[in-house]
């Protein structure tokens, strides 16, 4: 036997969480003594909620484990909403645990502080939001629920809630089983994989496409030899930026439509079948498209679910099909020579006195990566996440599908906790504004990201649609200056060579945070959003009237 609170720490342990992030309050602080005095594992507390689930999910998705966030009850679960629902869109398994009203104070006749509608109202947000729900009232019950729900955390990718009243952590429990995943449907399987297979034999021109879920479920490289075998390209897409970053042989680009590069784009609209695995099937990934995906070319495995044209076979893993896939295809004597497209993303930045543009930023970044390697990248959303578009394929952790604002920064730390690596962070002004002020828990972590922050004195992305409207103007923080007060270095540049030698001297100096404030002027933004506003637009543009007036 042993305490609630120690075999819900186990648990997480035993099923893939590696650390929390959170922040104490009052019905949680029994559960918050237990992390740290049971050093079961590490945790990092920071300084909004909001920070604290971005950090979860950017930690899950680069461990490819669970990420953790636990909350008060009330205020801290509800300002916890946006980041879960943003992991759930994303399909990141971030598990929440929220302190809760113990038994004797939910029957005490009075409204209780954090309270909102009802005891319940908070139960029933998160279930909206998290793909199941345990409430540990039970001891004797709790482990099976537990256990329950850590397992289709895992098996769904997607996040879950655990609440846990205060008065009930230190009760006495068995330990968390480890539930047996379920396996995939052998039928729907076997002719699953015919289907597809055979499918791609008569095409011409087939194409892979992959997005989270390769990753969530730790099969880059299994999709990479997958690829191989049956001797496809392979593409990712807007949101799955980064994934295969081990696997350029078969690696051709990201896909973002009419913004992206037109290789890729031809190779994906010309493609008469398209092989696409854990895919979101969202407009920031294919509403630039000149097609519309047609079912009688498309192959969609997502969400142990998958798509054949119009045939449906459920219960089917992505891991399990690509496996079967793998097994069902004949063996090659020697590699079929297919030649490799290299992309020529931007580098060679000139270091001279011009004024930086954000697609200098990525050049200066890519030609920073030549120099040291690659760095673990989380970028927010707004044209810094279309800069980092323009830089060569890395792990990469952003909201591209959900794209709420704020997710850069506590990502960041996120990754660094995770990787224990030093991130590249790349950051607009207006989300800096939300969640940038997280920087100042670095120190006490032993964390030092870089942080690249693009400000343009503007939410430039929004302009970008509707340049006319002056709402979108923002005021002039000066954050560089505000760095040594968090702990970290900061520097503001406005020349090519200025944020040149700021990056060199960011990397060489290591143990606190850097902050680069990128000054741009309004108006300006990277190749790729200037092309992805333009394809938009073109897309979304009523179609011209006839001679009748009709469209």
Request: net charge neutral; with cysteine; proline share 6%.
């Given at each position: 036997?042993?305490?609630?609170?120690?075999?819900?720490?186990e648990?997480?342990?035993?099923?893939?969480?590696?650390e929390?992030?959170?922040?104490?309050?009052?019905?949680?602080l029994?559960?918050y003594?237990a992390?740290?005095?049971?050093?079961?594992?590490?945790?990092?507390?920071?300084?909004?909620?909001?920070?604290?689930?971005?950090?979860?999910?950017?930690?899950?998705?680069?461990?490819?484990?669970?990420?953790?966030?636990?909350?008060?009850y009330g205020?801290?679960?509800f300002?916890?909403?946006?980041?879960?629902?943003?992991?759930?869109?994303?399909?990141?398994?971030?598990?929440?645990?929220?302190?809760?009203?113990?038994?004797?104070?939910?029957?005490?006749?009075?409204?209780?502080?954090?309270?909102?509608?009802?005891?319940?109202?908070?139960?029933?947000?998160?279930?909206?939001?998290?793909?199941?729900?345990?409430?540990?009232?039970?001891?004797?019950?709790?482990?099976?629920?537990?256990?329950?729900?850590l397992?289709?955390?895992?098996?769904?990718?997607?996040?879950?809630?655990?609440?846990?009243p205060?008065?009930?952590?230190?009760?006495?429990?068995?330990?968390?089983?480890?539930?047996?995943?379920?396996?995939?449907?052998p039928?729907?399987?076997?002719?699953?994989?015919?289907e597809?297979?055979?499918?791609?034999?008569?095409?011409?021109?087939?194409?892979?496409?992959?997005?989270?879920?390769?990753?969530?479920?730790?099969?880059?490289?299994?999709?990479?030899?997958?690829a191989?075998?049956?001797?496809?390209?392979?593409?990712?897409?807007?949101?799955?930026?980064?994934?295969?970053?081990?696997?350029?042989?078969?690696?051709?680009?990201?896909?973002?439509?009419?913004?992206?590069?037109?290789?890729?784009?031809?190779?994906?609209?010309?493609?008469?079948?398209?092989?696409?695995?854990?895919?979101i099937?969202?407009?920031?990934?294919?509403?630039?498209?000149?097609?519309?995906?047609?079912?009688?070319?498309?192959?969609?495995?997502?969400?142990?679910?998958?798509r054949?044209?119009?045939?449906?076979?459920?219960?089917?893993?992505?891991?399990?099909?690509?496996?079967?896939?793998?097994?069902?295809?004949?063996?090659?004597n020697?590699?079929?020579?297919?030649?490799?497209?290299?992309?020529?993303?931007?580098?060679?930045?000139?270091?001279?006195?011009?004024?930086?543009?954000?697609?200098?930023?990525?050049?200066?970044?890519?030609?920073?990566?030549?120099?040291?390697?690659?760095?673990?990248?989380?970028?927010?959303?707004?044209?810094?996440?279309?800069?980092?578009?323009?830089?060569?394929?890395?792990?990469?952790?952003?909201?591209?599908?959900?794209?709420?604002?704020?997710?850069?920064?506590?990502?960041?730390?996120?990754?660094?906790?995770?990787?224990?690596?030093?991130?590249?962070?790349?950051v607009g002004?207006?989300?800096?504004?939300?969640?940038?002020?997280?920087l100042?828990?670095?120190?006490?972590?032993?964390?030092?990201?870089?942080v690249?922050?693009l400000?343009?004195r503007?939410?430039?992305?929004?302009?970008?649609?509707?340049?006319?409207?002056?709402?979108?103007?923002?005021?002039?923080?000066?954050?560089?200056?505000?760095?040594?007060?968090?702990?970290?270095?900061?520097?503001?540049?406005?020349?090519?060579r200025?944020?040149?030698?700021?990056?060199?001297?960011?990397?060489?100096?290591?143990?606190?945070?850097a902050?680069?404030?990128?000054?741009?002027?309004?108006?300006?933004?990277?190749?790729?959003?200037?092309?992805?506003?333009?394809?938009?637009?073109?897309?979304?543009?009523?179609?011209?009237?006839?001679?009748?007036?009709?469209?």
């Amino acid at each position: 036997m042993t305490t609630l609170a120690a075999a819900l720490l186990e648990g997480l342990k035993e099923h893939g969480a590696r650390e929390i992030f959170g922040i104490p309050g009052d019905f949680v602080l029994p559960f918050y003594k237990a992390i740290e005095e049971s050093r079961i594992l590490p945790h990092y507390t920071l300084s909004h909620e909001p920070g604290v689930g971005f950090a979860a999910d950017a930690a899950a998705r680069y461990h490819q484990g669970l990420g953790v966030a636990v909350v008060t009850y009330g205020a801290g679960a509800f300002n916890l909403v946006n980041a879960v629902a943003g992991a759930y869109a994303e399909r990141s398994p971030v598990v929440v645990i929220a302190g809760a009203p113990g038994a004797r104070e939910r029957a005490g006749g009075f409204l209780l502080h954090h309270q909102a509608r009802s005891i319940d109202t908070q139960l029933a947000v998160f279930r909206e939001i998290t793909c199941d729900q345990a409430v540990l009232d039970d001891p004797g019950r709790a482990p099976e629920a537990i256990a329950r729900v850590l397992r289709n955390a895992r098996e769904q990718s997607l996040p879950v809630y655990i609440e846990a009243p205060r008065d009930l952590v230190g009760a006495r429990t068995a330990a968390v089983p480890t539930l047996a995943c379920r396996p995939a449907d052998p039928g729907a399987l076997a002719e699953c994989a015919e289907e597809i297979l055979a499918r791609l034999a008569q095409a011409r021109a087939p194409v892979m496409i992959v997005d989270v879920e390769i990753r969530r479920y730790r099969i880059e490289a299994k999709t990479a030899k997958l690829a191989r075998a049956l001797e496809l390209p392979v593409v990712t897409t807007f949101t799955g930026r980064g994934l295969m970053e081990e696997a350029a042989d078969v690696l051709a680009g990201t896909y973002l439509g009419a913004a992206g590069h037109p290789e890729i784009t031809r190779l994906v609209e010309d493609a008469d079948a398209m092989l696409l695995l854990g895919v979101i099937v969202s407009d920031t990934n294919f509403a630039l498209s000149q097609r519309q995906l047609d079912a009688q070319r498309t192959m969609l495995a997502v969400g142990r679910e998958v798509r054949v044209g119009h045939h449906v076979y459920r219960n089917v893993p992505i891991e399990y099909l690509e496996d079967e896939l793998v097994r069902r295809t004949p063996r090659r004597n020697k590699p079929a020579g297919r030649k490799r497209l290299v992309l020529p993303y931007p580098r060679g930045l000139a270091a001279d006195d011009r004024p930086i543009a954000p697609s200098d930023v990525a050049a200066a970044i890519n030609d920073l990566f030549d120099r040291h390697g690659k760095m673990p990248m989380a970028a927010d959303m707004g044209d810094c996440l279309f800069v980092a578009m323009e830089i060569d394929n890395t792990a990469l952790a952003a909201p591209g599908y959900y794209a709420g604002m704020g997710f850069g920064v506590p990502a960041g730390i996120g990754v660094a906790v995770a990787t224990q690596r030093r991130p590249l962070v790349l950051v607009g002004d207006g989300a800096f504004q939300m969640t940038g002020w997280e920087l100042g828990n670095c120190r006490r972590h032993g964390l030092d990201p870089i942080v690249v922050l693009l400000n343009n004195r503007s939410w430039e992305m929004l302009r970008a649609f509707q340049p006319e409207s002056a709402f979108n103007d923002l005021d002039d923080w000066h954050f560089a200056e505000i760095a040594p007060a968090l702990g970290g270095t900061g520097e503001r540049v406005t020349t090519r060579r200025e944020f040149a030698a700021a990056l060199e001297r960011a990397v060489q100096n290591r143990g606190r945070f850097a902050l680069i404030e990128v000054m741009l002027p309004r108006g300006r933004t990277s190749d790729t959003l200037a092309r992805f506003v333009a394809g938009f637009k073109a897309v979304r543009a009523p179609a011209p009237a006839d001679a009748h007036g009709e469209s």
